[in-house]
């Protein structure tokens, strides 16, 4: 079938890493040079994350801007970290208003990215980019997701509107402790095995998914990954860049829809599961709650102490088949720089500073994938002497990006979709809606918004 863009306007998706960015916007007037009046690149540069959560990266951050204080007199980072959900929620109110913060994370995707860009609210970073080797740095296909037409319709072109300094992927958390209980000595390496050693776990007493549903994350994530374990890396690719007439009533759609209703059924995720946040799910699981757990490699290295944590694996969330190497995975929160911004070229410097080799040596030392790896990275991770976990979650990921298919995360295919997953999952969960009605939902938040950038 044919795609919806017009060949040369569609957004190509290539197998590369997904490893950076996207944020958004400012008109197609807008350029990467400092504003009017910017006369000093000295004072305080307030800079935010939303990586609050991450607190092996928040430590590399904090040994990186002491080091850019030091290589830049007269500068003081002002650093923010908010997680992700409260950066998600200030983002517009911060970006449209008089004194945004310097340099800042926003989330990709047409309910972040889009809205952004058609409201011309971040800095075009394309002369930055030129100037300072950003386009060389990383590849086309890293940067892919940087990219956005000015008018916010065509996610994957246009101008650079950010860097992401680090990668993450999506993958379960397994229990190697209870697994050796259960009689299980190896990762499921498809679905069927998936729910067989949830099921002995269930049968066991234990937790067989830690999970929870207060902030929708883990059930988009769940939907991401159940989609490219049936359809392939094309099904979620086809959705989020609107290729092929893709819909959420398809039969992969419709399986995704009903393996997440059955395991609600069979009790395979965790008790009370709906009062439950990303970052209490995973204080849950490193406390010894559940078999498995949903987690990203950006909240590596984990929470908790070595005797915790030695009985954690980070794998692959398996497919149907068996078959490749695939996952969600993209550039961590890319940096961006407000169009509001009063310092934008000591802006631009910080992020050059954070997204530099030295900066990627220091990130992958402390547990985190670097958007360009050294290129020595496996010794790089031995000698860092790291924790389990997190030398899967290296290890993996530089295996997803060198051999797999890493894919973005569905949500980002509509602006509607995320707080529409969120919502709806739990009324799945609880029969308030059928597989039917979720599906038709999903398509109701998606369907009308792509028709709308085809008549744009």
Request: hydrophobic letters at 40%.
């Amino acid at each position: 079938m044919p795609n919806r863009h017009p060949k040369g306007r569609r957004a190509r998706f290539t197998t590369a890493l997904l490893a950076t960015v996207a944020a958004v916007a400012v008109t197609a007037s807008a350029c990467s040079s400092s504003p009017d009046g910017e006369k000093s690149d000295g004072g305080t540069l307030v800079v935010q994350s939303g990586l609050a959560n991450s607190p092996g990266i928040l430590a590399v951050y904090q040994k990186l801007n002491k080091q850019f204080e030091d290589e830049n007199p007269g500068v003081k980072i002002d650093f923010v970290a908010k997680s992700f959900d409260d950066l998600a929620s200030v983002a517009k109110l911060q970006l449209s208003g008089t004194n945004p913060p310097d340099v800042t994370q926003v989330n990709r995707g047409y309910q972040a990215m889009g809205a952004f860009v058609k409201g011309g609210l971040l800095t075009n970073m394309d002369d930055y980019a030129k100037k300072l080797g950003w386009d060389t740095r990383q590849t086309a296909s890293q940067l892919q997701l940087n990219r956005f037409s000015t008018d916010g319709k065509l996610m994957g072109e246009g101008p650079l509107w950010g860097m992401s300094a680090t990668t993450a992927w999506i993958g379960l958390l397994m229990n190697t402790e209870i697994a050796e209980k259960l009689g299980i000595t190896e990762a499921p390496k498809t679905i069927a095995e998936l729910e067989d050693q949830m099921q002995r776990a269930k049968a066991a007493g234990e937790i067989p998914m830690q999970f929870g549903s207060a902030n929708g994350e883990l059930a988009a994530w769940l939907l991401s990954e159940l989609l490219l374990a049936k359809g392939g890396p094309q099904a979620v690719q086809d959705l989020v860049f609107h290729h092929s007439n893709a819909t959420f009533t398809s039969e992969t759609a419709a399986w995704a829809a009903k393996t997440m209703k059955s395991w609600g059924e069979k009790g395979y995720y965790a008790p009370d599961w709906t009062a439950y946040k990303t970052d209490q799910v995973l204080a849950n699981f490193i406390s010894g709650k559940g078999l498995f757990s949903l987690t990203s490699s950006r909240f590596t290295p984990l929470k908790g102490t070595p005797e915790q944590t030695k009985k954690l694996r980070m794998v692959f969330f398996p497919s149907v088949s068996g078959q490749g190497i695939a996952a969600v995975g993209a550039g961590d929160i890319p940096w961006t720089i407000p169009v509001k911004a009063k310092k934008k070229d000591l802006s631009a410097k910080y992020i050059d500073f954070v997204t530099s080799q030295k900066a990627a040596e220091q990130f992958l030392a402390g547990g985190a994938i670097p958007s360009k790896p050294p290129a020595d990275a496996d010794s790089a991770i031995t000698a860092a002497n790291l924790p389990v976990p997190s030398q899967d979650a290296l290890r993996n990921g530089l295996k997803l990006v060198g051999e797999g298919t890493p894919v973005p995360y569905v949500d980002w295919g509509a602006p509607e979709l995320y707080p529409t997953i969120s919502r709806t999952f739990d009324q799945l969960m609880s029969g308030a809606l059928s597989v039917d009605g979720l599906l038709g939902e999903l398509q109701k938040s998606y369907g009308p918004f792509v028709e709308s950038l085809e008549k744009g």
